[in-house]
């Protein structure tokens, strides 16, 4: 990535001087970082000498053609998104380019204004993937409880919460989870509001009064205000409706286990306080 703040530093190759200048110039005026090639050989030694956010390849050049370039660029520099700008479009090439791991295919003339919302869109989408993908690292060890009498949704948040490095127990009715939890402790617990012969809120009440420390997630499909108020008047972190955005679903998951560790923290230092002042130096 470039180290111009949030300036995508975009790179043209295209063979016809005065159009890749004029292009250049007007994105340049748009605040993207530019830099041109005429040819492949001219625009592999730029992808190796500087952070390009993203390419735009045109398809038809003398020498490398736009999709030989765009073949080394995948091979060398994957994490590059690549648009391919022709003035010989076609459907059949754009659908195998677009297989072949092209992003987006413009037609000459293009409007300067689509390719600049384009590029900024695809990177903006690369870099959020990025972050995504960072963050996995903030999710490991993170312990997690999921309980839902739904054994295929049971199943889909493991497999999808394990793999962000999470540790994951499951339980399908609430007996089951406080058991569970009496042997291992959890950080966070997705609690489903509506349980074969159990209401969520009766279970979120044993568990704020066992594990006090612990953060409740209410997962439901049927949501309503007043179950949302006493889910929240019992001690919940949040409220999600089902099927809930994984990515919400996820970001809620790391909000209440920073609250968990933030008030761990504030109790131990509570405690060394109080002992501080009971035993004076």
Request: hydrophobic share 40%; net charge negative.
């Amino acid at each position: 990535m470039t180290d111009h703040g949030d300036k995508v530093h975009i790179l043209l190759v295209d063979d016809e001087v005065e159009l890749l200048a004029a292009s250049a110039s007007a994105l340049k005026r748009r605040g993207f970082i530019v830099s041109t090639a005429h040819d492949g050989e001219s625009a592999l030694g730029m992808l190796q000498s500087e952070a390009i956010d993203v390419a735009v390849l045109d398809v038809r050049m003398p020498g490398m053609s736009g999709d030989e370039l765009f073949g080394l660029i995948k091979r060398k520099w994957p994490d590059i998104p690549v648009l391919m700008l022709t003035g010989h479009a076609s459907v059949q090439h754009a659908f195998k380019s677009s297989r072949q791991g092209v992003v987006e295919y413009l037609a000459k003339p293009c409007d300067i204004d689509r390719l600049a919302n384009v590029a900024r869109r695809v990177v903006a989408e690369r870099r959020l993937a990025s972050e995504g993908t960072n963050d996995t690292r903030t999710d490991e060890g993170i312990r997690v409880m999921v309980i839902d009498d739904e054994q295929e949704l049971l199943d889909v948040l493991y497999q999808t919460l394990s793999r962000r490095g999470m540790q994951v127990a499951t339980a399908r009715s609430g007996a089951a989870a406080l058991v569970q939890l009496a042997r291992q402790d959890a950080d966070v617990v997705l609690l489903d509001l509506k349980l074969q012969g159990e209401h969520g809120l009766d279970i979120l009440a044993k568990i704020k009064r066992l594990f006090p420390a612990t953060e409740v997630i209410i997962h439901t499909g049927h949501p309503s205000a007043e179950s949302a108020v006493d889910g929240f008047h019992g001690g919940a972190f949040d409220f999600l409706p089902k099927p809930a955005d994984m990515r919400k679903l996820l970001s809620k998951i790391r909000a209440a286990h920073r609250l968990r560790l933030q008030r761990t923290q504030d109790q131990s230092k509570q405690a060394i306080q109080d002992i501080r002042e009971r035993q004076p130096d």
